[in-house]
């Protein structure tokens, strides 16, 4: 059974872009969460999709968003860009609402 | 408000001794409790979980997690410590509403 997997590894970007990021859910699970982890601040919540819609959100501004395609893969997109926002973005996902998260390896946005 | 505490940012030990990484929450109702590891430029990866039952929980490559419900705390141990244990331990409370809040990890040093 394939995992969860999320691309690009690595993303190099500069202050004001835009940065996406993509994640494939392993295959069944119909949840999709976002965390974003910063240097020293442990794993912070972002984004949870279900069934193709955004059903919660953690304390993040509006320039950070994504959606969730019909076959439940997910983007997550970071507008204007801010040095703040280097970090390393996990995806998760799983089968049962709230149990057991499966977690990709990650992608690791650095912003210059 | 509901909180994870991870109180030690660093656990240290030597290889065969017992080891211990501490968490205590604070979260209304029956808390579903979980412990995952992060191996280094990986994502996070299921160790075990508590949701009712046995307070003693056992889970994946030896480890075990003890559920005190007066305390408030699920601490993570295990009998004899590898080298390769060596990894950051992170501490998550499911709260209802989907949400999984982490705490802000554990780094545990296993020496030779």
């Known amino acids: 059974e394939a995992g969860v997997t999320q691309s690009p590894t690595h993303l190099i970007k500069t202050r004001g872009q835009q940065a996406t990021l993509r994640c494939s859910p392993i295959?069944?699970?119909?949840?999709v969460y976002w965390y974003q982890q910063a240097l020293g601040l442990g794993l912070q919540f972002l984004l949870w999709?279900?069934?193709?819609?955004?059903?919660n959100r953690g304390n993040f501004p509006p320039r950070f968003s994504g959606r969730q395609f019909p076959n439940y893969s997910s983007e997550l997109n970071v507008n204007a860009l801010e040095l703040e926002d280097s970090a390393l973005y996990l995806c998760?996902?799983?089968?049962?609402?709230?149990?057991?998260?499966?977690f990709g390896s990650g992608t690791q946005l650095s912003v210059l | 408000a509901q909180s994870v505490a991870q109180p030690e940012d660093q656990v240290n030990v030597a290889e065969g001794n017992p080891l211990t990484v501490k968490c205590t929450y604070s979260?209304?109702?029956?808390?579903?409790l979980f412990w995952y590891v992060q191996y280094p430029n990986r994502g996070l990866q299921f160790l075990l979980k508590?949701?009712?039952?046995?307070?003693l929980v056992k889970g994946s490559y030896g480890f075990e997690a003890e559920f005190n419900k007066s305390q408030t705390s699920f601490h993570l141990k295990k009998p004899s410590a590898l080298v390769s244990d060596s990894a950051l331990y992170f501490c998550?409370?499911?709260?209802?509403?989907?949400?999984?809040?982490f705490g802000a990890g554990t780094r545990l040093f296993v020496k030779a």
């Open positions: 508590y949701i009712t039952g046995d307070n």
């Open positions: 979260v209304s109702g029956n808390p579903y």
């Open positions: 998760a996902s799983s089968s049962l609402k709230g149990e057991k998260l499966f």
């Open positions: 998550a409370v499911y709260t209802g509403g989907f949400k999984t809040i």
């Open positions: 999709y279900d069934e193709g819609e955004e059903r």
């Open positions: 295959s069944g699970h119909t949840s």
